[in-house]
């Protein structure tokens, strides 16, 4: 979680063309929500399109270790401004060592603004032998 600041969270881009607009970093400000929650933090990544006609590849991840075995449920809010059409290439990702779990953004904004929709990841977090227990907790999101 932002909580405020981005302490803890590693972020990654791809580089734009030479020149073109690229806004990417943690950010604060209202947001409009599809369920009426509260939002005021977020990453955001955003070109120009008329300069990259599509937007190259980023993330955001934060490690975490020593979780129990179990089931787990991974929520975040995906924002978008796309219209008219399905979302394309925003996922909501858990990776442990069981495997990879991801939801696709599938939402558009309704009216072009900045819009933010929750998703969710259901998946298992569990030890095996022949890893250690401290790494085998890993999830990394």
Known sequence: MF?????GWVS?????????QDNFGYTSG????????????????????TQVPRQPDWSVTQDL????DGK??????ILTNVT??????RFL???TLAGEKRTEANVPSPDG???AVPYTVDFFCYWWYGHDRHDSGKLQL
Do not use: H
């Open 3 to 7: 909580d405020g600041n981005a302490n």
């Open 12 to 20: 990654r881009r791809d580089a734009v063309p030479g020149g073109a």
């Open 30 to 49: 209202t947001i409009t929500t599809s369920d009426g929650v509260p939002f005021t933090t977020c990453f955001q990544r955003w070109n120009s399109k």
């Open 65 to 68: 270790t020593g979780l129990p």
């Open 72 to 77: 787990y449920r991974l929520k975040a809010y």
């Open 84 to 89: 008219g059409m399905q979302p394309e290439g």
């Open 93 to 95: 990702v858990a990776k």
């Open 113 to 115: 603004s900045a819009y």
